[in-house]
């Protein structure tokens, strides 16, 4: 085949280039499957790979071998937006480094890959937070992120008790991801909202509510450990940030934290960019 023939973007080369699997592509394929999926430009965010024609260039041989899967999201504008997923040959690898089933493995990968674009681009603002606090971190002394755990494996049936039905129900508890980190010799608990700007007023208080009986019921404390915790919440806009601000304000000034997607990067994410209810200025993660 000649060099000069133009790739489909759509299938995988017949005969493709050699390739000999390096280091750095087991971490990528490893961090393709955490994440669940990645963009090219978080690749080269989370492993300071600068050059993004050599970028390009890896990953289409990681792909074009198995190692990786491809799946393209729509766009208004441009040409569809490339996600990287774990491809077959990428199971075997991450198995060996994570000592979990590859049947396992296999059925997740399956599940993302029957998932709807809708939540794909809501998982991916998800994804673009979660690597901003991962940067965020390597760069602060006495700082260290302890864990992270992603919506799927943070999802939670609890019972709490309906005041209208008078009775306990079983409900699900499902945060768009957890971590916890450690500043100053102290542990701190987040969890993590993506607000689309889809929701109501009242299916936010709704949400709100269940954070505050997920406070008091002792779930939080029994499965992770410690008593008290964060919900950081990012918005698109400002506007929005200000709604959901006053909304959470009509039932508590605990526990919420508000900021806007536009100041979600490495050097910002950890200060004061977040507002809190019925409070003025702003606050910084690092504060006690």
Same mark, same amino acid.
């Given at each position: ?10 299938? *995988? ?7 000999? #699997?390096?280091? /750095? ?33 890896? #990953? ?8 990786? =899967? *491809? ?16 491809? #077959? ?52 002394d006495g700082l260290n992120l302890e864990r992270w755990i992603s919506a799927s494996d943070c999802l939670q049936e609890i019972s709490v008790y309906n005041q209208k039905l ?29 607000? +689309?700007?889809?929701? =109501? ?10 954070? +505050?009986?997920?406070?008091? =019921? ?11 915790? /964060? ?9 929005r940030l200000c709604n959901l601000k006053a909304v959470t304000g009509k039932l508590t000034d605990k526990i919420f934290w508000f900021t806007t997607l536009a100041n979600v ?10 507002? /809190? ?12």
């Amino acid at each position: 085949m000649s060099g000069n023939v133009r790739k489909s973007k759509w299938k *995988r080369a017949k005969v493709p280039e050699p390739i000999v #699997l390096q280091p /750095r592509d087991k971490e990528i394929i490893a961090s393709v499957y955490e994440f669940e999926f990645l963009t090219r430009e978080q690749i080269q965010n989370l492993f300071n790979f600068h050059c993004t024609v050599r970028a390009n260039i890896r #990953l289409r041989k990681l792909f074009d071998h198995g190692y990786l =899967s *491809r799946r393209f999201l729509p766009t208004d504008r441009g040409s569809a937006k490339a996600l990287y997923l774990l491809g #077959l040959k990428g199971i075997q690898i991450v198995s060996e480094q994570s000592v979990e089933d590859p049947l396992e493995i296999k059925k997740k990968q399956q599940k993302l890959l029957e998932k709807k674009d809708l939540f794909f681009s809501h998982d991916l603002m998800v994804n673009t937070v979660r690597l901003s606090f991962y940067r965020a971190f390597k760069n602060y002394d006495g700082l260290n992120l302890e864990r992270w755990i992603s919506a799927s494996d943070c999802l939670q049936e609890i019972s709490v008790y309906n005041q209208k039905l008078n009775r306990e129900e079983k409900i699900i508890f499902r945060p768009d991801g957890y971590f916890r980190y450690v500043h100053n010799e102290k542990l701190y608990s987040c969890f993590i909202e993506m607000d +689309m700007s889809t929701m =109501s007023n009242n299916r936010f208080q709704s949400k709100v509510m269940l954070y +505050m009986k997920y406070a008091q =019921s002792g779930f939080h404390q029994r499965r992770y450990g410690l008593k008290f915790f /964060r919900v950081l919440t990012v918005t698109k806009t400002r506007e929005r940030l200000c709604n959901l601000k006053a909304v959470t304000g009509k039932l508590t000034d605990k526990i919420f934290w508000f900021t806007t997607l536009a100041n979600v990067t490495p050097d910002n994410i950890l200060g004061q960019i977040w507002e /809190r209810p019925r409070r003025d200025g702003n606050f910084s993660l690092l504060e006690g």
